[in-house]
Nanobody
């Protein structure tokens, strides 16, 4: 089993920064990739960023980012802490959402989710 624990999030003014962290524990060798989705009220959950962790078919650390996050958000791995961090700069009100950490598991048929953390950007 893999467990995900998120930290970070909160309230920030537009243009500000926040850092989200997601720490994995348990059977971490089963993790292929980790990242973040977000869900705003009334909208579907969308992928924000992902980074390969143990994907043997991709360079370790290969990254996916949605277009609206490019140039503002950075996803990185902390191997010592078995964690993935999402540094969010130049935040906009439209970034307001619940952010969910996810893990893609080798052989798994669905993503594993964290509990979610609220990010609110005021204008």
């Amino acid at each position: 089993q893999v467990q995900l624990v998120e930290s970070g999030g909160g309230l920030v003014q537009a243009g500000g920064s926040l850092t989200l962290s997601c720490a994995a524990s348990g059977s971490i060798w089963k993790i292929k990739a980790m990242g973040w989705h977000r869900q705003a009220p009334g909208k579907p959950r969308e992928l924000v960023a992902a980074i390969s962790v143990g994907d043997m078919t991709a360079p370790n650390g290969s990254i996916d980012l949605i277009d609206s996050a490019k140039g503002r958000f950075t996803i990185s791995k902390d191997d010592a802490k078995n964690a993935v961090n999402l540094q969010m700069n130049s935040l906009r009100p439209e970034d307001t959402a619940v952010y969910y950490c996810h893990a893609e598991i080798y052989g798994g048929d669905s993503l594993l989710w964290g509990q979610g953390t609220q990010v609110t950007v005021s204008s």
